[in-house]
């Protein structure tokens, strides 16, 4: 089958090369300033279906060749302090396209979002989204999902060290949200408490946050939402661009150091980076947590066509993450002054290898999106020598296949089919999760309608899983008994969005969704070192079943924007895994031939309600003046036993003053201040969590462009929790009460002061 599945692609790669070159079609246009009608230089003009963007020229004018002859595309158009401009255009037509830009002090008031089953506006699409750029995501943070926290309204992270965070999105993480590259969907070891999201966090062009269940579009695992990221478009024929950026981060000593180089030559594209990331243990109020270093190295690249009839791109990246892990026992020295590099054990050693082939055929007005995948990651963790004590070695085959029908009337269908196969098997000494064989298929249908001023959309999915453990037995016991486990399910969703005027709309959604429990909750039985518990799971575990509704309000104008949203989501059948009863086990060890006692932590089912609200308010005063806030809270109930949901972030309250003076000489100068208010945490699962107090942490940035010829050269400087604040995150693994219930003290302090100087040079050639 694998043999298969790779001559295939091949195959389907051939075909696109030697494919008859069908009629192509040449897009030229203008950018202009609506007011005074002066061309404006520099523009970025893209189309995000097509993978291909340009920057208008000297004259403001813009060209895209080798483009459908026909259909209807949305076109991008993006310039510093104005007014982003989407608008879908028919490719049939002849006449050059003007795009008059107004100047506004906000610039992303209406973006193109794609991760949906259609690509859109936002202001034209029901799911609540928040679009990250990459300026965004250089904020001294130590990873991607670090990064979007700081930013993207109801989005937290379940923290372990400063290397591993995993993305909660309206209080859901885990299995719950999907994280999409490279248009499939990422698969490593989502199971774990410490296990992160393996890619590189400087690879992404944007991020699209999407919130609430994705399920109708990515099937199982999307009850929360999706992480969306997105790689570089593609430059115009004939040009190169790169960049390159460098930071370095005072408090753990983390260097993030990238490179990134791209092309288009008569339509065969191309682009390649490298990252390299090291750092010694981060520093808290109290000294550097011992053994918390990490060092990441990454490849990625395409390479690919561009033509008239689509696109097909071949994508690959390796991954590879060192990291070093808290070990201790109440009562261990946690901290110590040492700001060494080198890693001790126990640590973990994580190798993501990715291969997808990207294609988008174009077939008259229809076209047909094909992603093929291939992923392997191997998670070995080191208890005390380079044998790992666990390694888990997991293959996963996938495809999605979208084909998009022409216009009937303002009415877009799309059909959908999906399929994956996952292939995990244990080398390691030890074993805690059984080998097992994970099959998957789905189909879905969705339709959007717009007229006037709304749109309307409606889909249903169905989902087939089938989850096979392999029965283990070891000196004569058995350690796995073994399942084959067969979930099915019909999901459906309605969307509605309506625009009353240019600075007012109203979303909202509602509708079903399933998860199937993951092969780690149906099998495991044994210690898992890395959260420091035994894990035991059920193999009577029933599919989650998600109802959610949710519904926001956006504005827009030149001085206010800002959105409010509520939400609820009812899941029967949420699973968890809790310790009950105080229960423990003793095990032996093998590396030291001791016994060791450990929590008992076992797979069960609740029925669970999560609400609450989130958004933002952004106030422009004056147009150098920026008072940016975000806010989220989610309120989560443990249905069955009367009782709060565990992992629950509290509510957060982002407050940014941002002052954008002009400066000869000088380009985007900015001075920021922030204060970040997160609320106490009171509502816990007592049986064994701890509640976490109230905290308020204050940041600082201070930035400019500099011209270094036709180059622009960004630094800047970032200070976060500048007063060295003490505090426990809710959701950070190593705070009180998370290792240890015999000594509710035992906790790390998250990090403390970080300041980080960095550099951004993009640079290329605008033929």
Not at 1 to 29: E, H, P
Not at 263 to 283: D, I, L, M, P, S
Not at 738 to 755: A, L, M
Request: hydrophobic share 35%; net charge neutral.
């Amino acid at each position: 089958m694998k043999l298969k599945l790779i001559i295939s692609c091949f195959l389907l790669l051939f075909i696109q090369f030697t494919a008859s070159a069908a009629d192509f079609n040449t897009i030229k246009g203008k950018v202009i300033d609506a007011k005074t009608n002066e061309t404006l230089i520099g523009a970025v003009v893209s189309i995000p279906e097509l993978h291909v963007s340009v920057a208008t020229n000297a004259n403001g004018e813009f060209t895209f060749r080798s483009v459908p002859t026909k259909g209807r595309y949305v076109v991008q158009v993006q310039y510093l302090s104005y007014k982003t401009i989407t608008q879908t255009i028919d490719f049939a037509s002849t006449t050059p396209l003007v795009f008059a830009m107004q100047a506004s002090v906000v610039e992303q008031h209406e973006v193109v979002i794609t991760g949906t089953p259609i690509t859109a506006s936002s202001r034209n699409n029901s799911t609540s989204a928040t679009v990250v750029t990459k300026d965004q995501l250089q904020s001294g943070a130590t990873n991607l999902i670090d990064a979007l926290t700081r930013v993207a309204p109801g989005v937290s992270q379940i923290t372990t060290s400063q290397a591993i965070s995993k993305p909660v999105i309206r209080g859901l993480s885990y299995n719950r949200v999907v994280t999409l590259s490279d248009g499939v969907k990422q698969q490593g070891q989502q199971f774990g408490d410490e296990h992160g999201i393996e890619i590189d966090q400087n690879q992404a062009e944007r991020v699209e946050v999407l919130r609430g269940a994705a399920s109708l579009m990515y099937g199982s695992d999307a009850l929360g939402g999706v992480i969306n990221i997105i790689d570089p478009a593609s430059p115009a024929e004939g040009n190169i661009k790169g960049e390159v950026l460098s930071s370095y981060s005072t408090n753990s000593g983390l260097t993030n150091t990238s490179l990134m180089l791209a092309g288009n030559e008569n339509g065969f594209v191309w682009r390649g980076r490298g990252t390299y990331q090291n750092a010694h243990g981060f520093k808290t109020p109290d000294g550097y947590l011992i053994n918390s270093g990490f060092n990441q190295t990454d490849f990625n690249g395409m390479l690919g066509v561009n033509k008239a009839w689509g696109y097909s791109h071949l994508n690959f990246s390796y991954y590879k993450n060192n990291i070093g892990f808290f070990d201790a026992e109440p009562g261990d020295e946690l901290y110590s002054n040492s700001t060494s590099r080198t890693l001790d054990y126990p640590r973990q050693d994580i190798r993501h290898y990715k291969l997808a082939l990207n294609n988008n055929f174009i077939m008259g007005s229809n076209s047909l999106k094909l992603d093929l995948g291939f992923q392997k990651n191997q998670r070995r963790e080191l208890e005390n020598s380079p044998d790992p004590s666990l390694f888990f070695d997991l293959n996963t085959y996938s495809l999605d296949a979208k084909y998009y029908l022409h216009d009937f009337n303002g009415w877009r269908p799309v059909f959908g089919i999906s399929a994956s196969l996952g292939h995990s098997v244990n080398k390691g000494e030890e074993v805690l999760v059984p080998a097992y064989d994970e099959y998957s298929t789905g189909a879905f249908g969705y339709v959007k309608k717009t007229w006037d001023q709304n749109t309307f959309s409606a889909g249903l999915r169905f989902d087939y899983i089938q989850n096979k453990g392999k029965q283990l037995t070891l000196d004569g016991e058995e350690v796995f008994t073994g399942f084959d486990n067969k979930f099915s399910n019909v999901s459906g969703a309605l969307g509605y969005t309506h625009i009353f005027n240019d600075v007012l709309s109203f979303k909202a959604n509602a509708g079903s969704a399933f998860r199937a429990p993951n092969p780690a909750e149906l099998g495991s039985n044994g210690v898992h070192e890395g959260t420091n518990r035994y894990e035991v799971g059920s193999g009577n575990l029933s599919p989650e079943r998600s109802y959610q509704a949710d519904a926001t309000l956006e504005y827009g104008s030149g001085f206010v924007t800002g959105s409010f949203g509520i939400y609820e989501n009812y899941i029967h059948n949420y699973i968890y895994a809790s310790n009950n009863n105080n229960e423990q086990i003793t095990v032996t060890e093998e590396s030291t031939g001791l016994p060791r006692s450990f929590d008992v932590y076992r797979y069960g089912q609740v029925n669970a309600n999560l609400y609450g609200f989130e958004g933002n308010l952004t106030l422009h005063p004056v147009s150098f003046l920026h008072f940016e806030n975000t806010f989220s809270y989610t309120r989560a109930q443990n249905r069955s036993f009367d009782r709060p949901l565990p992992l629950i972030p509290a509510g957060v309250l982002h407050n940014s003053l941002r002052f954008e003076p002009k400066v000869k000489g000088v380009h985007d100068f900015y001075i920021s201040a922030g204060i970040d208010n997160y609320f106490k945490q009171s509502r816990v699962d007592a049986t064994f969590e701890t509640p976490t107090a109230a905290y308020t942490l204050v940041n600082a940035g201070i930035g400019a462009t500099f011209k270094l010829g036709a180059q622009p050269l960004k630094v800047y400087v970032s200070g976060n929790n500048l007063t060295n604040k003490r505090y426990y995150d809710a959701l950070s693994r190593l705070r009180p009460g998370r290792y240890s219930q015999e000594d509710p003290t035992f906790g790390v302090w998250n990090p403390g002061r970080n300041i980080t100087f960095g550099f951004y040079l993009p640079f290329g050639t605008n033929k």
